[in-house]
């Protein structure tokens, strides 16, 4: 994650931020190896959040959401270098779902952590994150729309599929390519076009499911025959770069 405090302000706090809190507060009381064994990761990280935790303060040196996280989807996305009429676009469109502040607005405030949606973190008769945020994420997204156009993992997704009402729009993007008349989706690459699509939809200000097909970046095209009315699926039919 990227803390930056000299561009773009926050302009709100996280709607969830009295349960981030809690979720603080429970890793401060773990020990460094319980910590590590939770992040599933190297000493040199797990040394660098574990001093984070230490020090975290959830009211000050924030950064905006948007700008914060640097992972592939946020690289093909590059919010730095969005119009202002793209971020009024995102403001309005765009949640961000974390399993440390639950669901985020682009410009809601937030400090470094790490703390996947998947990790298995007890607090109080939660057994886990999943277990922790229960329907609260979901029940918040059908206040604000009637679609949800769902660009997540399915390690976030699920924390909204499982509990949506029923006939709920939950339309899911899939991005693959074909091999022996299969359609192979990796990870990496559709990290790229989910971040990719979301550019893209605020270059376009769609707020039209049937627009959504017209998607046609990174060697993608809408594929009608592999697609549903809850699930869109795109095939990059480009040629692969071969070097010798």
């Known amino acids: 994650m ?18 981030a809190a809690r979720l603080l507060q429970q890793l ?3 020990s460094y190896p319980e910590l590590k064994a939770l992040w599933g990761c190297s000493d040199s990280l797990a040394e660098l959040n574990r001093n ?35 971020f009024d676009y995102i403001k309005e469109h765009l949640r961000i779902l974390s399993g440390f502040y639950g669901l985020l607005r682009p410009f809601d405030g937030v400090v470094p952590y790490r703390l ?26 059908c206040r604000e729309s009637d679609f949800i156009l769902n660009l997540a993992s399915y390690e976030y997704s699920k924390i909204i599929s ?26 990496t690459l559709c990290k790229m076009a989910r971040g990719e699509m979301v550019r893209f939809l605020a270059e376009h200000q769609i707020t039209k499911a049937e627009d959504i097909k017209t998607f046609n970046r990174l060697g993608y095209t809408y594929s009608a025959e592999h697609s549903s009315g809850h699930h869109y699926v795109f095939i990059n039919t480009a040629p692969r770069l071969k070097s010798v």
């Open 2 to 19: 990227n803390m930056d405090t000299d561009g773009l302000p926050p302009e709100s706090l996280p709607q969830f931020l009295a349960d």
């Open 28 to 30: 401060k009381t773990m």
């Open 52 to 86: 984070r935790l230490l020090q975290m303060d959830l009211h000050s040196h924030l950064t905006p959401a948007i700008l914060s996280y640097e992972g592939i989807q946020y690289q093909y996305m590059a919010p730095a270098v969005f119009e202002y009429g793209q």
């Open 116 to 141: 996947e949606m998947q990790a298995k973190l007890a607090l109080g008769s939660s057994r886990n994150l999943y277990e922790f945020w229960g329907d609260k994420l979901c029940r918040q997204l």
């Open 162 to 187: 499982a509990h949506l009402p029923k006939d709920f729009l939950f339309l899911t993007c899939g991005f693959g390519q074909l091999k022996d008349g299969k359609l192979i989706e990796k990870g």
